[in-house]
């Protein structure tokens, strides 16, 4: 049953879920210019938004939330490589910009923050990343490469599931920055996004 839309938000791709609030990355439309929306759901038959975190001339790629903390990677067009900011949403009417790394060397593909760290798909291998919630910004803290094109991570506990086209690649967190595969389950079709139910792991491919 459809409750609610909000017409003409910019073409969304990407979004969390902060309380009352979706965050949205949006491209330009009307008034506003590429950034992140925050769109009030308190009513899900009026939303709206109540803020515009804007981002000009580069447009948010990926998002994703540690309480009230959001990561996002945003594109930098021809010059490569990704903006990583860290954006306070304790209030989510005037989000604060908190910390900002460039990593010139690398795009993500996928992005998912896990007990405090962002694990990050950047095709053939992973990046982990603290966000630098503690920290002035966004820091490198190792890698991954024992991978494919990974297109969505999962995780509980001290486990992470990595759904990287051909198979699923269950990853033991010895620490937050070595990671260890344990076991690898290789579905009948592709295996392009993996989400948690309770104990299991549906997988999903195409």
């Given at each position: 049953?459809?409750?609610?839309m ?5 073409a969304?791709t990407?979004?969390e879920?902060l309380?009352q609030y979706?965050?949205?990355s ?12 925050s ?5 899900p ?11 000009p001339?580069h447009r948010p790629?990926f ?6 903390y959001?990561l996002?990677?945003l ?6 490589g ?10 989510p009417?005037?989000?604060v910009t908190?910390g900002?790394?460039?990593?010139a060397?690398?795009r993500?593909w996928?992005?998912?923050i896990h007990?405090?760290y962002a694990?990050v798909s950047?095709?053939?291998s992973m990046r982990?990343?603290?966000?630098g919630?503690?920290a002035?910004g966004?820091v490198l803290?190792?890698?991954y490469d024992n ?6 991570i999962?995780?509980?506990?001290n ?5 990287d086209?051909?198979?699923?690649d269950?990853?033991e967190?010895?620490?937050p ?6 076991a690898q ?8 996004v993996?989400?948690l139910?309770?104990?299991n792991?549906?997988v999903?491919?195409a």
């Open positions: 049953v459809l409750l609610g909000l017409p003409d938000v910019g969304p990407t979004m879920v309380g979706v965050v949205v949006v491209n330009k439309f009307g008034e506003y210019e590429e950034g992140l929306a769109i009030d759901v308190s009513d038959s009026n939303p709206f938004i109540a803020h515009l975190f804007a981002t001339g790629r998002l994703s939330s540690s309480g009230n959001l996002a990677a594109g930098k067009g021809t010059l490569g990704d903006d990583y900011i860290l954006v306070d949403y304790s209030d009417t005037n989000p908190v900002d790394t460039y990593f060397d690398f993500a996928e992005m998912f007990q405090g694990y950047i095709g053939d982990i990343i603290d966000p919630i503690e002035s966004p803290e190792g890698s991978v494919g094109y990974v297109s969505r999962a995780g509980v506990g486990v992470l599931y990595l759904a086209g051909g198979l699923l269950v990853v967190l010895t620490t920055n070595t990671l260890n595969s344990v389950y290789r579905p009948s079709g592709a295996a392009r993996v989400e139910t309770g104990e792991a549906v999903v491919g």
